[in-house]
């Protein structure tokens, strides 16, 4: 059985980004933690790869590789989870209304666990109003959407406001997970000294 202090969430759905999935998927493993993929539903999800061609004003987008959900939405008791990614590409825009979602997300603010959002993954926690007053990076078109529901936009690579780390897009990764993974570590080391402590009483 997988410890929870190992466990931790990456949140997607139909459209993902390939590589803001994948990114911290592996750096996850590479550090000793178990990445838990969860969607609406515990099916295969078809990710998808973008990039703003040059000369472009918009993201063009191509097939991705597929990536199965280890658990669906309702089925997650965030409890067991050390932490949460945000993952981004379209998919935000529309799991983000998913209750179960919602309460999961506002499980992770409220506990102060540690937090990754890319791209438009900042549509999921703004949504479910968990970012009032926080400073948070994400794609400069999802700053609307940052803002209206309270957020702080900030246009730089890597954003840490408390649990909360952020970048922009997948070109930021280099910038923001590592600086997650060490909370991460933080928290499975404290949690570990709490284990350690509840066993020797």
Known sequence: MISNQHKVLIVVGDASETLDTLYPYYR??????????????????????HEVRPGWTITKEWEGYTIEADVAFSEVNPEEYLGIF???GRAPEY????????????????????ICSV???????????????RRMATVPKCRFDLEICGGIFVNE???????LVSGRTY?????FVGKWIELLLEARASATVDSLELAEE
């Open 28 to 49: 996850l493993q590479e550090s000793r933690f178990s990445p838990v993929v969860a969607g609406p539903k515990r099916k295969s999800y078809q990710m998808v790869m």
């Open 86 to 88: 945000f993952s981004g």
């Open 95 to 114: 799991i983000r209304y998913d209750n179960d979602l919602v309460r999961i997300t506002r499980h992770f603010f409220e506990a102060g666990k540690p």
């Open 119 to 133: 791209c438009h993954g900042a549509e999921i926690p703004a949504y479910a109003d968990c970012v009032k007053g």
């Open 157 to 163: 690579p890597c954003v840490v406001d408390g649990n």
């Open 171 to 175: 070109l930021d990764h280099g910038h």
